[in-house]
């Protein structure tokens, strides 16, 4: 590569993005130290705590970063079923020689390091779901490009449930938006699937016969308002009708399917139960930490919270916890802004990208790293049950880290050869 070439290839990355990357990963890591810090061991380096080794994870995710910058995007292109199978044969071997923590098999053991197929598996899906998407000659959306892509994305899904990791399984569903974009799933589609949330939500709080009941009221209010068309009359009966089958199926879905202490953070979250040293203590030592935090927060390493232990997990699942309490409401909306900068961004990388494999990737990376920002600082507040992600990028663990690097590198290394036109074409 000669001098102009140089030039105009470090002159197309996305510097401001990877600025924003490097700020979220050095927040991450002194809050990790202030998280578990050890007196006898206070250096930021020291390799016997978890902030030591998250040092070398931020600087092997920078020189993976790096690698990734350099390689030809097409590599990445053509790579992505290989890399797809790759992963989806770790997901498999999880099963067999993982290490359960905390009653799920997620982790492949590999020395001191454990490595967690299950974050690898939504980079491997964005990979293969912009490659089928983008590959297919009829441009049109129809229902057998969504049947596959929906395999593509519920084939991980599957075999992170077996571990089980619902949480991290929950995660690949963030990828409806990517369908969205693309136009397999109408406007029409994404209410109906919130309204569905809803309901579910309610048929939990309230008497099924009696949320049956206003139900019945509402559809048939608009039916009256609409009773002109006999189509309107037809459709809101059908609509009444699958409803109610809806709402009478919950109890049997939430007794059936969910584990029973996904329930009980159901429970706690919607006030049905109030278990403050049992299934609630996470969550309430965790708004306890925050709360006490107030504007300005208590100070670097002055978490009591923190210091004593009080919240579990505090470096990884609920590692915003020590940012609410040690930097306060202000420190909190700085964080929440750097993620909101980086969406922003994210999606503008995706909009002006040239090729259906480079907009369709971006989209899936922006839909992950919402969810896992949206979920992780909702559970900490009290807002959604708790199902136990990483903060991206914040969080102390090397498989996550790297994930979200390579998901997000891999991105800006398609975004700079967009307009190049001396190395890395797509």
Known sequence: MNNLQKKSFFGRIDWLTIGLWLALCLIGWFNIHAA?????????????????????????????GICILIIDSRFFISSAPIIYIVVILLLLAVLVVGRNVGGNQAWIPLGSFRLQPSEFGKLATCLLLAYYL???????????????????????????MLQPDTGSALAFFSLVFVFYREGYVSTGLLIIG????????????????????????????????????????????????????????????????LQPHQRNRIDIILGKMDDPKGQ???????????GS??????????????????VPEQSTDFIFCTVGEEWGFVGSVVLISIYVALLVRLVNIAERQRTAFARIYAYGVASILFFHF???????????????????????GGSSLWSFTILLFILLRFDSARKGTAVGLI
């Open 134 to 160: 983008s590959n297919q000659t009829n441009k049109n959306p129809n229902m057998k490009t969504l049947f596959i892509g929906i395999c593509i994305v519920l084939f991980p899904v599957a075999l992170v």
């Open 36 to 64: 578990v810090y050890d007196p006898e061991n206070p250096g930021l380096f020291n390799l016997a705590t978890n902030y030591g080794k998250q040092s070398i994870y931020i600087f092997t995710a920078l020189i993976i």
């Open 293 to 310: 935090g107030q504007l300005f927060g208590k100070g670097y390493l002055q978490g009591t919270q923190t210091k004593y232990n009080f």
């Open 194 to 257: 919130g309204l569905a949330i809803l309901l579910f939500v309610l048929a939990l709080l309230i008497n099924q016969w009696i949320l049956i009941g206003c139900l019945a009221l509402i559809c048939g209010f608009f039916a009256f308002m609409m009773r002109k068309k006999r189509k309107n009359l037809i459709n809101m009966a059908i609509l009444f009708v699958v409803s109610s089958v809806y709402i009478l199926c919950v109890d049997f879905a939430y007794e059936q399917i």
């Open 374 to 396: 949206f979920i992780n600082i909702g559970m900490t507040i009290g807002i959604v049950p708790v199902i136990g992600i990483p903060l991206p990028f914040i969080s102390y």
């Open 280 to 290: 609630g203590y996470n969550l309430n030592q965790s708004m306890i930490a925050i």
